[in-house]
């Protein structure tokens, strides 16, 4: 199995091009044509990292958070960006990060830390819009029904309500085109030889690709007329942050006990106390203070996140509590999720390497200490 072949699976369930636009996501070291020798899922990538991954004989680490962020302009090892990149170059190691990607996605981080909590009814807290795009394009009458089922199978109408409102970290769950995912077909004209029709779908942008390429082999025009737009809906599988409910109300310091308990943590910075019972929860896993104000609107009881400065425990306005549980706390359940993830999904890589080699680390790599 190659590099390219896990990446495939890694995408399907967190499609890089969901990521934020200031993040470094994809495979930041090696090549995908590499045949894999193990895989190591991590939090970050530090030099220990690496050597974890060289001890197992790993020649893919997947890391969440990506180890080169920002441009490099030299590679001499003073600092330990570099230290690591050079290490895993000179030992054949591959890196991918998938970072906001997995943020972004309906089964991602978020969704793990609702798992871990025991929330229901959980939903996307802020879905992302410009997401949906809408391809319209001309076709002889006899052609259309093909044409388009062919565009159906590159993933177009895949855009609408999952079958149940409750979902795992396995990923699964199966579409169904929403109202807006339909489409048309009506005459618009004639050719020399035939009346022609239009031909309106809806896909979500990261199938865009694929949908062009079904366009370009199954149409018979050799030029193919087409127009593409970018639909304003929310995508509400996509997005930041989630909010669930408590199966039953709890009593708020009750409530942030088990927050500490859950989430190993040596502290829990939060805002006042409200004097009423917790039932509907926001979380969003790492710096999460640009959400405050959508957990307020979602009329959540508590936002769980991290990295709140001082001022910012202000804006809870007594409208509901604001619990910091710390970056890597948030996070860290994470590289559970995608080797799990991945163990399903890569039943046997070759009879020489079992699903065994996807390797868990075993390295806390959490920079920030308590006493």
Request: net charge negative.
């Given at each position: ?41 991590t939090l970050d990538t530090l030099e220990n990292i690496v050597d974890e991954a060289i001890e197992n004989n790993c020649n893919l680490i997947v890391s969440f958070h990506p180890i080169v962020f920002k441009g490099i302009k030299k590679f001499n090892g003073s600092n330990y960006v570099e230290r690591v990149v050079i290490k895993a170059i000179k030992h054949d190691i591959a890196i991918f990060a998938i970072h906001t990607a997995l943020d972004n996605a309906l089964h991602g981080v978020n969704d793990m830390m609702c798992q871990q909590l025991g929330l229901i009814n959980r939903r996307i807290l802020i879905p992302q819009s410009g997401n949906i795009k809408k391809l319209i394009t001309y076709a002889p009458i006899a052609e ?228």
């Amino acid at each position: 199995m190659q590099i390219k072949e896990v990446i495939q699976h890694l995408e399907a369930l967190a499609p890089t091009t969901y990521a934020e636009d200031f993040d470094n996501v994809g495979l930041l070291v090696g090549n995908q044509n590499t045949t894999i020798t193990g895989i190591l899922v991590t939090l970050d990538t530090l030099e220990n990292i690496v050597d974890e991954a060289i001890e197992n004989n790993c020649n893919l680490i997947v890391s969440f958070h990506p180890i080169v962020f920002k441009g490099i302009k030299k590679f001499n090892g003073s600092n330990y960006v570099e230290r690591v990149v050079i290490k895993a170059i000179k030992h054949d190691i591959a890196i991918f990060a998938i970072h906001t990607a997995l943020d972004n996605a309906l089964h991602g981080v978020n969704d793990m830390m609702c798992q871990q909590l025991g929330l229901i009814n959980r939903r996307i807290l802020i879905p992302q819009s410009g997401n949906i795009k809408k391809l319209i394009t001309y076709a002889p009458i006899a052609e259309a029904e093909m044409l388009r089922s062919k565009l159906f199978e590159a993933g177009a109408g895949i855009i609408g309500n999952y079958d149940n409102c409750s979902f795992s970290s396995e990923g699964t769950g199966t579409f169904r085109a929403s109202e807006y995912a339909n489409p048309s077909i009506g005459e618009v004209g004639k050719t020399h030889y035939e009346k022609e029709t239009q031909i309106q779908i809806t896909y979500p942008k990261h199938n865009e690709s694929n949908i062009l390429k079904a366009l370009f082999k199954n149409h018979s025009y050799e030029e193919v007329a087409y127009e593409i737009t970018t639909l304003e809906n929310q995508h509400q599988h996509i997005g930041m942050g989630m909010i669930g409910e408590l199966p039953e109300p709890v009593d708020e310091l009750t409530f942030l006990k088990h927050i500490k308990e859950v989430f190993k943590t040596g502290c829990v910075r939060h805002s006042a106390l409200l004097g009423k019972p917790v039932k509907k929860v926001a979380v969003l896993g790492g710096s999460g203070s640009f959400a405050i104000k959508n957990a307020q609107r979602a009329e959540a009881d508590i936002f769980i996140t991290a990295d709140l400065k001082y001022h910012q425990f202000y804006e809870a306005e007594e409208k509901l509590i604001l619990a910091d549980i710390g970056h890597y706390e948030s996070e860290q359940y994470t590289k559970n999720l995608i080797v799990g993830y991945l163990r399903k999904k890569i039943s046997n890589f070759a009879p020489s390497l079992p699903v065994g080699r996807i390797i868990l680390s075993d390295k806390n790599t959490n920079p920030i200490q308590y006493i």
